[in-house]
């Protein structure tokens, strides 16, 4: 059996550049850091970024091109897949990407949602109220099953 499955939470470090293939499907890419705290042997706090290349195709390039850009957040589940080629000069290269199967976009900013337009084409923050959160309660008597909580 074999698995080849990674899954990151992190902010874009540059904003998402579309492209399409000579066949027209849309491919996405960017870059994902994620950040990783500990204390080290001595009880020093210390914090380490790590940064990926994420890769998109399809309906989510376009998604991800039109609502993230640089310092959005992004659950990103996919496999790693390594490229090779070679330059004019001979040198092979390699890269290893995460290429994206399912993605979720993070949270807005506190209190904001966005508005379409502004500069470049982002999205510009738009004051909203707090929504209230809905609680639901068990019947009387039923007990609350710890499985049964949504985090």
């Not at 540059?14 to 850091?33: H, I, K, W, Y």
């Not at 290349?53 to 609502?67: F, L, M, N, P």
């Not at 290893?96 to 904001?112: N, W």
Request: with cysteine.
């Amino acid at each position: 059996m074999f698995l080849n499955k990674i899954l990151i939470l992190g902010n874009l470090t540059r904003d998402p550049e579309l492209r399409q293939t000579q066949s027209g499907q849309a491919v996405c890419s960017f870059g994902v850091a994620t950040n990783r705290r500990y204390t080290d042997k001595s009880g020093q706090k210390q914090e380490q970024a790590e940064f990926h290349s994420v890769v998109a195709w399809g309906r989510q390039a376009e998604i991800i091109t039109q609502y993230l850009h640089k310092g959005s957040s992004i659950l990103v589940e996919g496999r790693l897949q390594t490229r090779s080629w070679q330059d004019p000069q001979g040198a092979k290269h390699f890269r290893t990407e995460i290429v994206a199967e399912q993605i979720q976009l993070g949270p807005k900013p506190q209190g904001q949602r966005m508005q379409a337009g502004g500069d470049a084409g982002h999205p510009q923050p738009v004051q909203t109220p707090e929504p209230t959160p809905i609680i639901e309660l068990p019947e009387d008597g039923e007990e609350i099953d710890v499985k049964d909580i949504p985090f």
